[in-house]
Each structure stands twice: as C-alpha cells, then as structure tokens.
C-alpha cells in the first residue's frame, strides 16, 4: 500500500519535497488565496465575502 518510512525517512522526505516546492515557486508566501480567509468572512452575511 506504499511506502513506509521511519520518523527520520518520513523527516527526510518532507524536507527534500519542500526543497522541491520552493523551487518551484509553490511556497505560502509567494501563492495567492482562492478564497478570502477566514478572519475577513462575515459571519452575518458570508455570501458578502465571497462576491
């Protein structure tokens, strides 16, 4: 069912994967929002937030 890894693999993996990302211009940062966040919703009007 795939791989598995130990605590240190799976450490390793996330690293290597996040190097990869980053190159790639796929980091947080750098990404624009689909959605508004959660903090700018209106909780009396939400439909508000997302037009």
């Known amino acids: 069912d795939g791989l598995h ?5 799976n450490a ?3 690293e290597e ?3 990869v990302l980053f190159a ?5 940062p750098k990404m ?3 959605f508004p966040h959660h ?3 209106d909780p009396q009007d939400p439909k508000k937030s997302f037009s």
């Open 24 to 28: 790639g211009g796929l980091c947080e």
């Open 39 to 41: 903090s700018e919703v």
């Open 5 to 9: 890894f130990t605590a240190e693999g």
């Open 17 to 19: 994967v996040i190097k």
């Open 32 to 34: 624009p929002y689909d």
């Open 12 to 14: 390793v993996l996330y």
